[in-house]
């Protein structure tokens, strides 16, 4: 998604960690469970059957048929004509305002334990591609040390052309390709962007299951050659913890400059700082430049140990996709395990800062937000999702920020779950993702409605107006 997926490293040395926090790094587990069909206004059309390239290591099949269960009656169709969403574990695709149709059959031997690890999707190629990563682990998962995520971040990279259904699963030269028990597709993307019409831009992990690789950094995928080549090497970054395990947590792309959040070190007590990076990538010889300290908080016990940390796991952040503003989430306050939150927007090249949401509720800034910036560097939604009343959604244009607006989500008082924002292009409509469903807003109107159910978690809009 734009955005988006939806994506979260482990910045401390012990990786094994619960799945509990799906949205972040806009990567999402889900069971390999039957559901009910998505719906829009009809049912949809028959499934095509996808092939596989012959350059691809991994396999597609057709999965079981799902048994279908009742679904919501929508209220509207989607005002665009192409977009796409996860389903049952599966990619749908709907095109030039056909109906839906399931275009991926992904997984078809795992057992019904298995999770599914999706992190966004992406349309290119004048929409006809899309790109998205995925995990699938079938067998026990671990236990929590201390720190954020690290479940399902290193993924497998598909490229599906929606014209052939071929899809096409995208390796580095010499990759280590052996992956944990029970997982049937192997890779070590972590992060992934558009750069234009016809190429990507990847992260691909140096840890992996067997140890350190040198085939880790950014990589540029053309999608009319089928070749990844090494733009950024991973020890040409020097936020990195060197010799370490990785201590990434989320990165960007945005007017040729990749920026990526890490961890620094903790102390003696467990307190360590988020911190923000920018690499040039038209010079990707430069050094980087540390954008922003968001703020310290207590990530674990004293000398690693387990024990009482902040209510932070990944505050919140994004770059205007101009390039040229962050808005984030601050920590601020000398209290480690109780530090206050704030949101803030800051210009790249004068570096003031100015507060925004000032008048929202300790109860929402005190725990992780979302931020997202619309296409046109102009608006910024927030959502947090853990708020006692439900999801708080609010947006605000940056050139009148003390003009708040709340959107209506309704939902069951029982509703949980992450939730996601993709903005469509013009600037002026955005979708949410929550509870299983797929609400469409207009910028600057409380009410939406929904346009999609039984949805796992992605939505991703056409990348053009």
Known sequence: ????????????????????????????????????????TSTPAATPTPSISPTSAASSVQSASP?????????????????????????????NGAQPVQATHLGQAVSTRAKFFWGPLYWFNDNRDLAFT???????????????????????LFILDTATMQLTQVHVPGDLTQGVS??????HWMFFFPEDNTHLLAWHSHISYQGESSQGGLYRYDITSQQSTLIIPT?????????????????????????????????AEGNGHFV?????VSQPSSPDNQVLDLGAERLCGP?????????????????????????????????????????????????????????????????????????????????????AHGPGIYSLNVTQPDQLQNYHVHAPASAAGPIDVAWYANSQTFALVFNGNVYEFTSGKSEGHIILTNNDFDFTPSSHA
């Not at 979260?8 to 790094?25: G, K, V």
């Not at 269960?69 to 095109?95: D, E, G």
């Not at 029970?182 to 890779?187: A, Q």
Request: charged share 15%.
């Open 67 to 95: 048994t279908s269960a009742a679904s919501p009656v929508q209220s509207a169709s989607p005002t665009i004509n192409t977009y796409a969403f996860i389903h049952n574990s599966q990619v749908w695709i709907a095109v």
């Open 1 to 40: 998604m734009e955005k988006r997926l939806k994506k979260s490293i482990d910045p401390l040395p012990m990786l094994l960690i619960s799945l509990l926090l799906c949205l972040i790094f806009s990567s999402c587990g889900t069971n390999n469970q039957t559901a009910a069909l998505p719906k829009v």
């Open 276 to 280: 923000i990076y920018q690499h040039s």
């Open 303 to 387: 000398n690693m140990t387990p024990g009482p940390r902040g209510q932070f796991q990944l505050p919140g952040w994004d770059i205007a996709p101009d390039g040229k503003s962050i808005v984030a989430q601050m920590l601020t306050g000398s209290d480690m395990l109780n530090p206050v939150g704030k949101v803030q927007l800051i210009d790249l090249q004068t570096h003031q800062a100015n507060n925004l949401f000032t008048t929202l509720s300790a109860d929402i800034l005190n725990q992780d937000v979302q931020l997202f910036w619309s296409p046109d560097s102009k608006q910024i939604v927030l959502g947090q999702d853990a708020y």
């Open 235 to 267: 020890d040409a970054l020097s936020g990195l913890n060197h010799g370490k395990n990785e201590t990434w947590l989320d990165m960007r792309y945005a007017n040729n400059n990749l920026f990526y959040e890490t961890v620094t070190p903790q102390d």
């Open 182 to 187: 029970g997982s049937p597709y192997t890779g």
């Open 134 to 156: 995925l995990d699938i682990i079938d067998g026990p998962m671990g236990g929590t040390s201390c720190g954020p995520l690290a479940y399902g971040n290193d993924k497998a």
